[in-house]
């Protein structure tokens, strides 16, 4: 009975030059290597030696993963921002919202002082406070929704009127933030307008 070949091993790849010589020679070079070596060549160890080692280099390679994409998000960097905050759309957007003056900017402080004017005893002070912060709410709600009418006309200027995302809400967003916090960071100086 003759000895059937293995389907799953694959020839070595050897040169037309390297065949010829093999058959020329009568022999084929070297000892066919046992099952035992061929397997030993094919281990690799499924856990470190080291395990320790190997946990805290994963932690600092890890580490320094986020520490990048955290420096490229807040540099504005396309291949580490999230999908909401890609494209150039969305730059420009930001670049504009950047470059103006928002009310919305100072909305959070202005919160927060009357949170303190709530704590002073006297009724009248409270209700010019709450009554103040609601007109200052309202004035910011008119002012994102003129920036979102101005930058839907400039988009399609830009971009084309059939390709405009719809950039109201995002740009919205952004104004209403405390310059500071925004993420990504301005790239642009107050009054540096877009192109």
């Known amino acids: 009975m003759a000895k059937q070949p293995n389907s799953t091993e694959q020839p070595s790849a050897e040169t037309l030059e390297e065949t010829q010589a093999r058959l020329k020679s009568g022999g084929k070079g070297a ?17 470190p030696n080291d395990r320790k080692e190997a946990a805290k280099q994963a932690r600092v390679k890890a580490a320094d993963a986020r520490e990048k994409a955290r420096v ?10 999230p999908a909401r905050d890609r494209g150039p759309q969305k730059k420009y957007v ?5 470059a103006r003056f928002s009310i919305g900017e100072v909305l959070i402080p202005v919160m927060f ?8 005893p006297s009724a009248e002070v409270q209700a010019i406070g709450i009554m103040s912060l609601w007109a200052f709410f309202l004035v910011a709600v008119i002012d994102v929704i003129i920036l979102g009418q101005v930058l ?12 405009v995302e719809k950039v109201r ?13 925004r993420l990504p960071k301005p790239q642009v100086k107050r009054r540096q307008y877009p192109a």
């Open 31 to 47: 000892p066919t290597p046992t099952r035992a070596e061929r397997e030993a060549a094919n281990k690799r160890p499924l856990v």
């Open 72 to 81: 490229g998000m807040a540099m504005g960097d396309e291949r580490y921002l």
């Open 94 to 98: 930001r670049d504009y919202v950047d």
């Open 113 to 120: 002082a009357v949170i303190v004017l709530t704590f002073i």
């Open 152 to 163: 839907t006309r400039k988009l399609a200027a830009k971009f084309g009127a059939d390709k």
């Open 169 to 181: 809400w995002y740009a919205a967003m952004r104004a209403l933030q405390l310059r500071a916090l």
